[in-house]
């Protein structure tokens, strides 16, 4: 589990059947209070917006978390869920 601050969304005009429906937005991930990257992560939420602090899930157990729709979606990193304090020990 990781945590980062959504930073856009994605158009694709192809995608995978079982992503219908589902948003795919572009995340920041935050490591330590320092910027670690970006990663495209379908929003399990649905929520989820531009500045929202969030928290993910990789590897398989993204994909796992869409276990309503009909088949299991290619996802390597899914939204659960917002952050709404962040505390850090220096």
């Known amino acids: 589990m ?3 601050v959504v930073a856009g969304s994605v158009v694709a005009t192809v995608k995978d ?3 219908e429906g589902v948003p795919l937005l572009i995340v920041r991930k935050v490591e330590n209070g320092r910027d670690a990257g970006l990663v495209v992560a ?3 939420t649905r ?3 531009r ?3 969030v928290y993910l899930i990789g590897s398989k157990e993204a994909a796992r ?3 309503e729709l ?3 979606p290619p996802a390597d990193a899914a939204i ?3 952050i709404d304090t962040y505390n850090e020990e220096v």
Do not use: K, T
């Open 2 to 4: 990781y945590a980062g």
């Open 17 to 19: 059947d079982a992503l």
């Open 42 to 44: 379908a929003d399990h």
């Open 47 to 49: 929520q989820a917006g």
């Open 51 to 53: 500045g929202d602090h």
């Open 65 to 67: 978390i869409f276990r």
């Open 70 to 72: 009909p088949r299991i």
């Open 80 to 82: 659960v869920g917002f």
